[in-house]
């Protein structure tokens, strides 16, 4: 499991650093309740993520959950300040930009997992960043069959 | 001023004006000051003439005996001149004011200070008024007051509509209430009961034929099922009305944790249930409290505490995080509410912050034997 996990948080950094990100968080669904919990993170400035539960529909993270695809928010939203309260994540890292990809093992596979990145300097998500952070996903996903594997032993 | 009354009551005030003005010219023969003399008692008269037109005035003595009132006086309190000379201000005492207020406002102007602020007095018919008071100690050469010239401009309907506003506020937020009352038990026992009827009608189908694709749809509609709940918990949670305050502000603790990954403390010495209206109000000032933590206070932890002090309930929820500048005007509605849901039940909401140091906000509400 050890494994998995620094490979999680190498391709994190990485996805982190291409994408001009300060932070970049993985969640997974780890039971058959479909419940989503961030599973580690790169760039973090306190442990707020751990306790935290994505709820469907709440927040960027629960946005992307219930429409299942790709999500952002950042200062080009009208009302960004708003919707930026209602996100958790982007309250506890006090970030300015964020955007949420779902996981998918396999296309048209059910979702498994959610990559989260955010800026907090930054306030925009250009669409070269966006396109980078979804050509790199494939990395997670490998990460993530590998870990299955490990969680079935 | 005092009309036909003028030679029965002094004027107290530039007394001897007008008596002055007439005699200066045998007096005085040096022509610049006699010029001087009659310009300042002629504007001593005019600023006299000016203040009783525009407001209440009265004069009383060291000892709080009114020597002098103008027709404005006797106009709002109703009362003719002769019963108001010589008595003290008691004759309008509308009850209204504790006696703190009172020997506050005494202490300050025998001290030679000047005291403003609003009275509600009461009128010879009973009816009541208030007014905005400014009065004014005169200090003879020792120091102290030998006489009190009090200012007063009538703000009864000001008073009322504030009072009025006051009202509407509590009464939005209480159909507010009662609205998401409403609202969070229809989604529970009506739309969520439905649901949950579905969900065992597919168990039946599925006992049938296990391999069916309605394990799939199950699936859907338990999570619907869940949505819902946690939906009509959110707007109003039900177990407040059954079980009372502190088991609803447990669970409320329990998901903002998990939603915002704040850990919070939570202590109380409430032992006995309170009034639907007041635990209401605590449920909601907590919850105001700890959202805004969570959106401005950047902090991992917070702490409430729920105190019952026999006579009064304490309710305090403190942050140690970024706090903010208590005397910026700019209040958010969140504040405006917890205020406004306090006063509402005769309690009172303390907020006390310093940038980079948190935040504590109190709430005292009186505590009534059910």
Known sequence: MANSRMQFMEDLEEIRNLTSSDFAALALCLDKAKSYRWKCAAGNSNDRYQHMVIRTGQGLAGTALRLGRWVKLDDSHPQFGRERRDCPVMLAEQLQAAAVFPIRLDTGCPMRGLLFIGKRKGTRYEEDEIRTAQENLHKLVSDMKEYQEEMRI | MNKDQEHHYPEVIGENVNQLLAQLDAYISKPELLQDLKQSLKQL?????????????????????????????????????????????????????????????????SSGKVWRGEIKNKAKDGSFYWVDTTI???????????????????????????????????????????????????????IGQSLFSLLIQMDRLIGEEPESEIALLRQHVTSIIEEVRSLAWQIRPSVLDDLGVIPAIRTYI??????????????????????????????????????????????????????????????????????????????????????????????????????????IVILTIPSYKR
């Open chain 2, 254 to 359: 329990d998901n903002y944790t998990s939603h915002f990954g704040i850990g919070v403390k939570l202590e109380s010495s409430l032992r006995k249930r309170l009034g639907a209206l007041e635990e209401t109000i605590i449920y909601r000032v907590i919850q105001e409290a700890l959202t805004n933590i969570a959106k401005y206070a950047d902090v991992s932890e917070a702490a409430v505490a729920v105190s019952d002090k026999e006579s009064y309930i304490e309710v305090r929820i403190e942050d140690k995080g970024k706090g903010f500048e208590t005397t910026s005007r700019s209040k958010g509605v969140g504040l405006f509410s917890m205020e406004e849901r306090a006063k509402s039940i005769g309690g009172k909401l303390d907020i006390s912050s310093e940038i980079g140091r948190g935040t």
């Open chain 2, 45 to 109: 008269s005019d600023v006299k003439f000016a203040l009783d037109e525009s407001s209440i005035v009265a004069v009383t003595d060291a000892k709080g005996k009114i020597q002098y009132v103008n027709d404005k006086f006797c106009e709002i309190s109703k009362y003719p001149r002769k019963e108001l000379l010589g008595n003290d201000h008691r004759i309008i005492n509308s009850g209204h004011h504790d006696k703190a207020f009172m020997s506050g406002l005494w202490s300050r102007i």
């Open chain 2, 136 to 190: 004014v100690p005169f200090i003879d050469a020792d120091g102290s007051p030998y006489q009190y010239l009090a200012i007063r401009n009538e703000v009864t309907e000001l008073k009322r509509v504030e009072e009025e506003l006051q009202m509407m506020m509590s009464q939005v937020l209480q159909i507010q209430e009662e609205e998401r009352r409403k609202f969070s038990r229809e989604l529970h026992d009506g």
